[in-house]
């Protein structure tokens, strides 16, 4: 059974950090690429940041040179650390996976399993 689990949300000032993590179980890394998403009121999810063995790691133009996704793949479990982060970076932060092959896409679409998802509030 595959299981997503996210944690860490919270309420963040303006310019401070926060990190998110995704604790995933009953597929690995070697075959499925993993994914952070968001999603704020009013607006579409859009990813934030994937990680594949065959591609590395891609960020959304947004949030590039502040956040990073990382792996621990002993534990399976996924983080997103966030830095200088902004109040447009409110909203629900899911994570997620997708078997990673011919057809691969960053598309929230794409992703076939997901986490309950954890919010994130910035102040200004």
């Known amino acids: 059974q595959v299981q997503l689990v996210e944690s860490g949300g919270g309420a963040v000032q303006s310019g401070g950090s926060l990190r998110l993590s995704c604790r995933v179980s009953?597929?690995?890394?070697?075959?499925?690429?993993f994914g952070w998403f968001r999603q704020a009121p009013g607006k579409e999810r859009e990813a934030v940041a994937c990680?594949?063995?065959?591609?590395?790691?891609w960020y959304a133009d947004s949030v590039k040179g502040r956040f990073t996704i990382s792996t621990d793949t002993d534990k399976i479990t996924m983080y997103l650390q966030m830095n200088s982060v902004k109040p447009d970076d409110t909203a629900i932060y899911y994570c997620?996976?997708?078997?990673w092959g011919d057809g691969r896409s960053y598309n929230p679409r794409a992703f076939g399993y997901w986490g309950q998802g954890t919010q994130v509030t910035v102040s200004s």
């Open positions: 997620a996976a997708q078997q």
């Open positions: 009953g597929i690995t890394l070697d075959d499925y690429a």
């Open positions: 990680i594949s063995r065959s591609d590395g790691t």
